[in-house]
């Protein structure tokens, strides 16, 4: 062949990317750093009171790799059969005293491979959403740290005597609990509530709205100059339909909101999950001009209000409140800077969860409006291995962090340190086996079938959705980038 033509030829023909060969080795190479930015961001879950520290991580020799298997006890069983797993020790201290809890971690081999138990699997990657789920019904928020739905409903208010339907966002995946009935049926905990919890209600409309302290006013009572400067919503008064007391009578706060305040949906969310809040529990609106006066009171006030439309009426106003307190304290860890990252690509740049939950109250209408369109677009999609191999340890140390919180909020002082190390036992070093022994098969692994000499037609090409059936044949991971 001539050897200008055989250049050109080579110049201009696209070349093979080494990705054919498959993008989980490098994934999994970097599995220990993820799982200890996950860890790192988690503890900020953990009561500033219980003096544990995160100190680390470090691969484990063969050597001790096979002492940590028989640390367990002399039965602890240890799988002869071959599996491409390592061992890494995460590092924790409590009063100066170490705990040291061991993973086994997985490694891939050519052509996306991974081995447990000596059956080799598939990983394909998933085309997963970022972050943010919307749909008919409602939004689904994932994150590492919890899997969260939230749904609308309508609820009629009077706008300066004028009846209006406003929205109410809420959920009742954030506090998870088992939702009893009692006189006030089975209410629905509107997500403005951990706003006006953690901030006040005159700061969080002044944190995420335009309605500064000067443009809202909270009473019972309505001067003639409160009409003529602002819009004036209240209760219709009429009994929800899950309330079961006959002797319903309801409550007289209103919000007031400057004229010259632009409607916007955060706003109206705000407003009416205030005022339905008070519905369901009309005997606490006589108490809320009193504590607003007091900033300290005033989220004790929406604790208790969040707790009462959670908890069943049985519990005490202390205990409602010290748990909603540890609750809050929790959702500090909820999101995490790999959702950061995630969020800001779709135009979000948050803090926190608070900045979160008020992202969605005033994007909640268009976001389910325009849910087809969403979903349609590639920049709201990403593709992802990370978080579905690595999801069931990253939620078995959360429910080490949890359930710290959980003893400790009954006890006197320090926890003792083998009380730590007893819940720090439910951290088991082979939570990754659950990926092929859990009842549902993981979506990012399926049972390896390669009669081909091409690992691409059959391993590398295939790509899961994270809604839908797997997308094979992907050529464009073919070019490289």
Known sequence: MNSILKKCMRDHTAKISD??????????????????????????????????????????????????????????????????????????????????????????????????SNTPYTVSPVLSDRV???????????????????????????????????????????????????????????????????????????????VKPDDILITTKLDPHILEKYDVYESTKVRPRSHRDATYEGHDIKVCISKHIKESPLTENMVSSL?????????????????????????????????RLTYKDAYSQARIISDMKSHLSVLNGYLDQTAKDLLVEVGLDLEDFFDL????????????????????????????????????????????????????????????????????????????FSLVKSASTNLTLMVCDISSDNIYIKSTSTLEDQSGPILSNCGNTLRAA
């Open 357 to 432: 939950l008020a992202a969605v109250l005033d994007n909640y209408n268009k976001w389910v409006i325009n849910s087809k369109e969403y979903n349609s677009k590639l920049e709201n999609r990403y593709v992802d291995i990370d978080y579905y191999t690595s999801y069931d340890i990253i939620y078995s140390f959360n429910r080490v962090l949890l359930n710290l919180n959980r003893r400790k909020s009954k006890t006197i002082g320090n926890l003792r340190y083998k009380e730590v190390v007893k819940i720090f036992s439910e951290f088991s070093s082979k939570r990754i």
């Open 275 to 307: 005022i339905y809040s008070l519905d369901m529990l009309p005997e606490l609106g006589e108490d809320l001009e009193e504590v607003m006066t007091d900033l300290k009171e005033e989220k004790h006030f929406w604790l208790l209000l969040l707790g």
């Open 19 to 116: 990705k054919i060969h498959g993008t989980a080795t490098e994934v999994f190479k970097n599995m220990p750093a993820f799982l200890d930015r996950k860890f790192k961001s988690a503890m900020k879950m953990l009561d500033p009171e219980i003096p544990l520290t995160y100190e680390g991580y470090r691969k484990l020799t063969p050597k001790e790799e096979y002492e940590a298997n028989l640390s367990a006890g002399t039965k602890s069983a240890i799988d002869l059969a071959i599996s491409t797993l390592y061992m890494v020790e995460y590092i924790f201290k409590y009063e100066g005293q170490t705990i040291k809890r061991p993973l086994l971690l997985p490694y891939a081999e050519r052509g996306n491979i991974i081995r447990i």
């Open 132 to 210: 943010i789920t919307p749909s008919d019904n409602g939004v689904f928020i994932r994150l590492l740290i919890s899997k969260i739905n939230m749904y609308s409903v309508s609820r009629n208010i009077y706008k300066n005597k004028q009846k209006v339907p406003l929205s109410i966002i809420y959920s009742t995946d954030i506090a998870r609990v088992a939702v009893t009935t009692d006189k006030i049926g089975k209410p629905v905990p509107p997500i403005a509530l951990y706003l006006f919890a953690k901030y006040g209600v005159i700061e969080a409309f002044n944190k995420y709205t335009d």
